[in-house]
């Protein structure tokens, strides 16, 4: 299973949930918190995250960053 | 500068003038009494070092002149008094913009459709902005067909100078009638890209904006002050006028493009029968000049306006006088262009009437 | 306006699949949550950096929601007035003709008050590419009904749902546009699914390189979301465009170059 993780701007964030939706993982959700627009933020919940990107792709605020593990470098 | 002497219309005569004053592209549409103006273009394209463009409207043609002033090109159009009409919002838009470029309304009589025949009724809307906004237009009246063909390298020239959009206001008799004209060489006035262009963002700059939209009232208000602050500037340094025997003159006649060749006549009439009379024409109706009407109003008894409207510059020339004088006014519209004769008719009742001549 | 900027510490062993172009501003955007524009803003940043033409491009957005797109895209920009952007975007690609140029336009101003422009830009084949963000309605001025609002749909001028009888039918004017032999490449695109945005992306990609080719307009319409608009929120508004936009604007490509192959 690959690994991945992200990172969410939660300044940036508007709480509209698209991420939430797209995430096949269901590995997101709405943090209890809110930012300094008082909107709640989006954040992961789960360490189940494959960093497939989707959640970045429809993220209409560019506000998350996707990784993903490298993959194990071939011995040469 | 060695000027190239030919016989021309007046439309064809602008347009040559926009070609050697280095035009990189001119946008417009068909309308009488101007259509040569793009007619001469499109036969000269291939030949010469421009670009020429039919748009689908007025609108699209002076929001096309936008897109390539904002690219830092030199650019014209020209319309008539309905197809200006139709300019006057992206005309508002460039202006606030600060974008220069060249535009000739060849005025034909209004209002509405009005008919083909010369006017100058589209005064108001050149001079006072007929947009939206605090804005104002550079206008140069031409009265030959050698005036269409100078006023084009001065508008360019002033456009530039001021970042914003001039105006050559003739009419449907100025750009229709051949005259003899004196053409400045190719080359004569060069032109750069300007730095605030938008021609793409190389690494070493900050994106380049064209944009005449400032939500927060405090930026909209300072671009406003630097419009004004141009217009004064303008008023103080760019105001051209002939003066035609004003000096002894009791009764001044003010009248502006193709009015004055007939009041100039007019005067030569009038002192034939020892009446001194003297012209006032104003070359740029903005800026104008309200400065030597005024100075005119100390010695002069009377002034007679002239115009081809229902009395529009004539507003103008009262602000200047402010007073001192009276100041009457004759005026022919629908087309009709006033006869020499009868303007003199008018200048001999007022002698008479006002002046209390005994002749 | 103050924004946090994003520099985790990127975890040992991990390598960064996806960020935010540079060809995007710092600047956070002012649209509504789960507005279809700021996907769409991002993809065509993302082209431009990806084709490396930053330099080479110069973009046009007219009144619309879409008005400040000049904060947030990186590249040189000019604003048009309503309606005029394709016109504004001609006579730049006139003067400029080997730069990129595109059009970033709504319903409202593509369709309704620029039919015009729309029309004879496409009719003279200008090399540009335009983009047009159809989600059936005005948004900036507060949800007004647009050329493209749906029979039946609410909107604040049709406040019980839109009446074909006194407000005429919903315009699909990207496939009139496809008739005209000046367009060269047209699609209908959207961007409120994972797979969605892959394929716009890749749609728009196209439609900067065919430009090189210069062989005529490449308009790419892409359907989206107006949550604030039809009061709804983001992830139903998806949905609901899913059911009820896409039947009356069908995706796909609606017109190909004959020589099927990348813009080589």
Redo the contacts between chains.
């Keep these: 299973m690959i690994k991945g993780y992200i990172a969410i701007d939660k300044e940036i964030c508007k709480g509209c949930e698209l991420c939430i939706e797209a995430c096949p993982q269901g590995s997101l959700i709405l943090s209890q918190s809110i930012n300094h627009r008082g909107y709640r933020y989006a954040e992961l919940k789960e360490d189940n995250c494959t960093g497939c990107t989707n959640c970045a792709l429809v993220c209409p605020d560019a506000a998350i960053m996707v990784y993903r593990a490298a993959k194990a470098k071939k011995a040469v | 500068m060695e000027r190239e002497i030919r016989l021309m219309k007046g439309n064809e005569a602008m347009a040559e003038a926009a070609i050697r004053a280095g035009m990189?592209?001119y946008?417009g549409y068909p309308i009488t009494p101007q259509s040569e103006v793009m007619e001469y273009l499109f036969e000269q394209m291939p030949k010469r070092n421009f670009?020429v463009?039919q748009?689908?409207?007025e609108?699209?043609?002076i929001?096309?002149?936008?897109?390539?002033?904002?690219?830092?090109?030199r650019?014209m159009t020209s319309s008539s008094s309905p197809g200006m009409s139709l300019m006057q919002?992206?005309i508002s838009?460039i202006a606030a913009?600060e974008l220069p470029c060249l535009l000739a309304n060849i005025v034909r009589g209004g209002p509405g459709l009005g008919t083909i025949q010369p006017s100058q009724g589209d005064y108001f809307q050149a001079v006072k902005g007929g947009g939206h906004g605090d804005y104002k237009l550079i206008v140069l009246a031409p009265n030959s067909v050698q005036e269409m063909a100078d006023f084009v390298f001065d508008g360019f020239k002033l456009a530039e100078k001021f970042r914003g959009p001039a105006m050559i206001l003739s009419d449907g008799a100025l750009g229709q009638m051949m005259e003899k004209v004196a053409l400045l060489p190719e080359g004569s006035l060069p032109h750069t890209v300007p730095a605030w262009a938008?021609?793409?963002?190389?690494?070493n700059r900050p994106?380049?904006?064209?944009?005449?939209?400032y939500i927060e009232p405090e930026k909209m208000e300072m671009i406003n002050h630097t419009l004004q602050a141009k217009y004064k500037q303008l008023q103080k340094e760019e105001v051209r006028y002939e003066d035609y025997q004003t000096e002894d003159a009791d009764i001044v006649l003010t009248a502006f493009g193709l009015s004055s060749r007939i009041c100039q006549k007019a005067v030569d009439l009038a002192r034939e029968q020892g009446i001194k009379a003297g012209l006032l024409r104003p070359i740029t109706l903005f800026p104008f000049p309200e400065k030597k009407i005024a100075e005119i109003a100390e010695t002069a008894k009377v002034f007679l306006d002239v115009e081809m409207n229902a009395g529009q510059m004539v507003e103008d020339v009262r602000l200047a006088v402010n007073g001192k004088k009276p100041v009457y006014f004759k005026g022919r519209m629908g087309g009709i262009i006033p006869s020499p004769e009868e303007i003199l008719h008018e200048i001999e009742q007022i002698s008479e009437q006002v002046l209390s001549y005994q002749n | 306006m103050e924004t946090e900027v994003l520099t985790p510490e990127v975890q040992e062993g991990f390598d960064c699949v996806y960020n935010k172009p540079d060809t995007l501003t710092d600047t956070r955007f002012h649209y509504c949550p789960g507005c279809g524009h700021g996907v769409a803003h991002r993809l065509l940043m993302e082209v431009i950096a990806e084709l490396g033409i930053q330099e080479e491009t110069i973009g046009v957005a007219p009144v619309g929601c879409s008005v400040f797109a000049y904060h947030y895209m990186n590249i040189d920009m000019q604003e048009a007035a309503h309606g005029r952007a394709s016109a504004v975007a001609t006579g730049v690609k006139r003067v400029l003709p080997d730069k990129y140029v595109f059009s970033y336009q709504g319903d409202g101003d593509l369709a309704a008050i620029g039919t015009a422009e729309t029309i004879h830009t496409v009719n003279r084949g200008e090399n540009i590419l335009m983009i047009f963000i159809n989600n059936g309605i005005y948004g900036m001025t507060g949800g007004q009904m647009a050329p493209t609002t749906l029979a039946n749909m609410v909107t604040s001028t049709s406040p019980y749902g839109r009446s074909t009888e006194w407000a005429g039918f919903p315009l699909k004017i990207t496939e009139m546009l496809a008739m005209l032999p000046g367009a060269y490449y047209v699609t209908r695109q959207a961007v409120h699914t994972p797979n969605s945005v892959r394929k716009a992306k890749k749609a728009i990609k196209l439609g900067f390189e065919y430009q090189k080719l210069k062989r005529g307009t490449c308009f790419i319409e892409i359907v989206s979301n107006c949550p604030s608009g039809w009061k709804m929120n983001p992830v139903d508004s998806n949905k609901w465009l899913e059911a009820n936009m896409l039947t009356m604007y069908p995706l796909g490509d609606i017109k190909v170059p004959v020589k099927e192959g990348q813009g080589e």
């Design positions: 990189k592209a946008f670009k463009l748009a689908e409207s609108v699209a043609a929001n096309m002149i936008y897109g390539a002033a904002g690219s830092g090109a650019v919002e992206g838009y913009a938008a021609t793409g963002k190389p690494a994106p380049n904006v064209i944009t005449s939209l």
